[in-house]
């Protein structure tokens, strides 16, 4: 059974996947609400170093991590279709060491607010068993154009998720980094 994460809310990977966790997906799913119009949302991850500065990011328009260890695996202009419109495949083990933050956000890149989204979430999934960890939904992301969804950290040798659901605005993950670092 996924958790459902709230804002703010704190997990250990380890203890939710039930031991060692090697590789994450993070998904994310929408559809528009009114029929024929098109709705595009992009899944984005921003790699920071311990002192908070941006390492790499990994979006539709750069698909793999300088590292190799995160993939995105493209760009679905329009939500249709079942379960994720886009994941972000991430391995654990191979993201590099001088990475401490990986930062997952949202952004409707064709300008539309997520009060114009329907059936909109973002979900963490163990690859190795497909097991569903966490789940989060966009029903608060309201007017707003942009939502930093969670964050994976190290700490003490472990990584960890913190769900953040901090609504913003902006059109590409570039435009978010103010908002992530006031985050970290």
Not at 41 to 60: G, I, P, R
Not at 82 to 96: M, R, T, Y
Not at 125 to 146: C, F, H, M, Q, W
Request: hydrophobic letters at 40%; a negative charge; charged letters at 20%.
């Amino acid at each position: 059974m996924a958790l459902s994460l709230v804002k703010g809310q704190k997990i250990s990977l380890a203890k939710e996947s039930g031991g060692g966790l090697s590789q994450v997906i993070m998904g994310l799913g929408w559809d528009p609400v009114a029929e024929g119009e098109e709705i595009d949302l992009d899944a984005s991850c921003t790699l920071f170093n311990e002192n908070k500065q941006v390492v790499d990011f990994v979006s539709f328009q750069s698909l793999t991590s300088k590292d190799g260890a995160i993939t995105h695996t493209g760009d679905n202009l329009t939500g249709e279709g079942e379960g994720d419109d886009e994941q972000i495949v991430v391995n654990l083990a191979e993201v590099s060491a001088n990475v401490k933050y990986l930062v997952f956000t949202v952004n409707s890149y064709s300008g539309q607010s997520f009060d114009n989204v329907d059936n909109a979430f973002c979900r963490l999934v163990d690859s190795g068993s497909g097991k569903e960890i966490a789940r989060y939904t966009l029903t608060e992301g309201g007017p707003n154009t942009a939502m930093i969804m969670a964050k994976l950290y190290r700490h003490q040798g472990e990584w960890k998720m913190h769900a953040l659901g901090e609504p913003t605005d902006g059109y590409v993950v570039e435009e978010l980094v103010p908002d992530m670092l006031k985050i970290l």
